[in-house]
């Protein structure tokens, strides 16, 4: 059973025009559409879905700045500000809280990197501390492992991934965006060059600009409009508890990773675990990917799945009509591993004694969409005028979609931009530039 990001109502009628057309209704199109229309720009959010119903509702929750690649800090710290104001700004609660990240290991090397990344937070100003292995045992309990350290991020904490996407976008619709579910974009229409306008299946909508924000689906819609974009899709597996006793609100082991709801329930998976289904693009793609995947071999299971024949990246997608490329698959949904459930489980129950008894409400599968430096590509489309990207956020879209979502409309508005934004240029991945692999 998938996640179910909360239901907003659909606009009934497409507009004759837009400024913008964004594409794809994920947290980060939604905060894009937000941050636009807050600037006065007529912006339409075309979904071929419902509004968060792949990734942005499948993710743990977490708003970190912790242990993130030095290349997104700036963006990072942006998005906290951001998370902080918009329950305010818009009147809904999206669940963020500044509960602070707890993490403890066993692994001297896996400590070692934590202490070393100490130093980019000292560069950036962020609150976090190691623990000592007294201090790490007084917050985690000692069963599977004896805790040789960890850390504490104060200031980091999480939102709800099946309330944020949707919050965003009906606060965007309040600022006179319209949303379009239901909706899929076939392609861009291109005149000399530029973007002219969007092909969708509910008719034709003109703009000077379109962002492309589909996650998953990204790198296909820019291969209709001859835009080459290297990305992978991993697949992952997690699952939510019913209400359980409180152990925490954000944890880290090497076992499990927990995140509590505000239902007092648990998302749970075991972190850097996923699997890469060999498909045509990944194919395609290999030669860029090569470094993170020999980087990341022993946490990263590679296999053929369904997704080789259906989906994103599949053969029915690499020959079929943009008609059917878009809408066959409404939602990417892939099926929970139950191996990965059953371990999950296991690890959560043998590490936390409180939660031997835990049930669980639901699970699911998702695909996570990667660049080769597992960094976003948030940049104008130099082929293309008018057309921009921002997607393969690599895992770390939720936290930072309101940061991604600013610096995107910062970008197609034509403003000075609050971070620099030349780590996240398209170019990177074909300009010869030295691909190296980011964070987790």
């Keep these: 059973m998938s996640p179910r990001a909360k239901k907003i109502q659909s606009d009934e009628q497409l507009p004759p025009s837009a400024d913008v057309v964004i594409i794809g209704g994920g947290i980060v199109g939604a905060a894009t559409a937000y941050y636009l229309a807050r600037q006065g720009v007529s912006v339409a959010l075309l979904e071929k879905g419902y509004v968060g119903c792949e990734q942005s509702s499948r993710n743990w ?29 818009i009147g809904q609660d999206l669940g963020f809280r500044r509960c602070g990240l707890l993490y403890a290991s066993d692994d001297d090397k896996q400590l070692a990197l934590w202490e070393k990344w100490q130093e980019t937070a000292k560069l950036f100003d962020v609150e976090t501390r190691m623990l000592s292995a007294r201090e790490a045992a007084e917050k985690f309990p000692q069963t599977k492992r004896q805790w040789r350290g960890g850390v ?44 002219t306008g969007v092909h969708t299946e509910k008719g034709y909508i003109a703009a000077n600009a379109v962002l492309c924000a589909a996650g998953a689906w990204a790198s296909a819609f820019c291969h209709e409009a001859d835009v ?44 850097g675990k996923a699997t890469l289904e060999l498909t045509p693009q990944s ?16 946490a990263v299971q590679v296999g053929i799945g369904k997704s080789f024949f259906t989906g994103p990246e599949s053969l029915s997608t690499l020959f079929s009509t943009p008609e059917k490329r878009f809408s066959t698959v409404r939602v990417l949904d892939p099926d929970p591993n139950p191996k990965f ?13 409180a939660l031997v008894d835990i049930d669980v409400a639901e699970s699911w599968g998702a695909y996570v969409d990667s660049t080769p430096d597992a960094v976003p590509v948030i940049s104008p489309v130099d082929k293309v005028s008018g057309f921009y990207l921002a997607a393969g956020c690599s895992g770390h879209g939720f936290g930072l979609g309101p940061g991604i979502g600013f610096l995107a409309a910062e970008m197609i508005a034509q403003k000075k931009t609050s971070v620099d934004p030349h780590p996240f240029r398209l170019s990177r991945l074909s ?10």
Excluded at 68 to 80: K, T, Y
Aim: with cysteine; net charge positive.
């Design 61 to 89: 929750g977490w708003c970190r700045q912790q242990n993130r690649d030095a290349r997104e800090m700036p963006l990072s710290i942006l998005s906290m500000r951001l998370w902080d104001d918009l329950a305010k700004e």
């Design 152 to 195: 504490h991020a104060a200031r980091d904490g999480k939102a709800e991934p099946e309330l944020a996407a949707p919050v965003l976008a009906e606060g965007a619709r309040a600022l006179g965006a319209s949303i379009h579910q239901h909706c899929a974009a076939y392609g861009l229409d291109i005149t000399n060059g530029a973007v």
């Design 228 to 271: 080459r974009f290297p990305q992978a899709c991993v697949r992952q597996t997690a699952l939510r508890s019913r209400p359980a006793p409180n152990v925490g609100e954000v944890l880290y082991t090497p076992d499990c990773a927990l995140t509590r709801r505000l239902d007092g329930s648990y998302t749970m998976t075991i972190s």
């Design 283 to 298: 194919i395609r793609y290999a030669k860029p990917f090569m470094p993170m995947f020999i980087k990341r071999l022993r």
């Design 341 to 353: 459930i059953a371990a999950i489980l296991a690890n959560v129950r043998e590490n936390f004694p």
């Design 431 to 440: 300009d010869g530039t030295k691909i190296e692999v980011g964070a987790l």
